[in-house]
């Protein structure tokens, strides 16, 4: 590997460690610090940066041990470690996302009913289950792993090809389809009642409109 190369990627994963860990640190501290932020929404929030946060700081470390070895066998485990946080983080982000779109759903589609289905106690039982659910998940499909030496330390030759076929895709594609689902109900509510405000306005404005022409008709009538 290229020495230039490789000072020049390590620069640029360095730079975006450290943007990463100011902007979801300051997320992080803020919520602690200030009570009025501690609210249902904000507990998803938070989930997310401690998630990119995390996912952050590996992927630089990850794509080092891909860069800077020699890929042999004393970095086998390392590799193997690194690439099953990497795709478990990522899969904990997405679905995080998921659930704040969900989250937003019930918000504004069951008003009377959000109170009771969101709590901070839930949410972050919420966000524990995710947690656990897709590291174990990762964790099983990783134990399958068929690196072999003298490879890269890529996600298609950690994962058994079965696996990143299959199980990889529907952790992430599950959560996509589902937020854009849900985003797209929002969206097309937030039409309706633009067009129903659009309607009640021009309605008003013709309303006016009449209003006016009666009182020409009744002033003209009178001074006649």
Not at 35 to 53: H, K, M, P
Not at 128 to 139: D, G, R, Y
Not at 140 to 146: D, G, N
Request: net charge positive.
């Amino acid at each position: 590997m290229d020495k230039r190369l490789l000072i020049s990627t390590a620069a640029v994963n360095a730079a975006i460690v450290v943007g990463i860990i100011i902007g979801n640190s300051l997320v992080v501290i803020a919520f602690v610090r200030f009570e009025r932020l501690r609210s249902v929404e904000n507990y998803f929030i938070v989930g997310l940066s401690c998630t990119d946060l995390l996912l952050g700081l590996l992927i630089p470390v990850r794509d080092i041990l891909d860069l800077g070895f020699d890929n042999s066998e004393r970095t086998r485990y390392p590799c193997i470690v690194g690439t099953f946080l990497v795709v478990a983080m990522s899969n904990i982000s997405l679905w995080t996302l998921m659930l704040i779109a969900v989250e937003r759903y019930v918000k504004i589609f069951k008003p009377l009913h959000y109170p009771l289905y969101y709590t901070p106690g839930r949410v972050i039982a919420m966000l524990i289950v995710t947690w656990v659910v897709l590291i174990v998940s990762n964790l099983a499909i990783a134990m399958q792993e068929h690196w072999h030496v003298g490879q890269r330390c890529l996600v298609i030759k950690v994962y058994p090809k079965k696996m990143a076929d299959i199980a990889l895709p529907l952790l992430a594609f599950l959560p996509i389809v589902t937020t854009s689902f849900v985003y797209s109900r929002i969206f097309l509510l937030a039409r309706k009642h633009e067009r129903s405000i659009r309607g009640l306005q021009s309605s008003q404005i013709s309303r006016y409109r009449n209003l006016r022409r009666v009182k020409k008709i009744f002033f003209s009538l009178h001074t006649n």
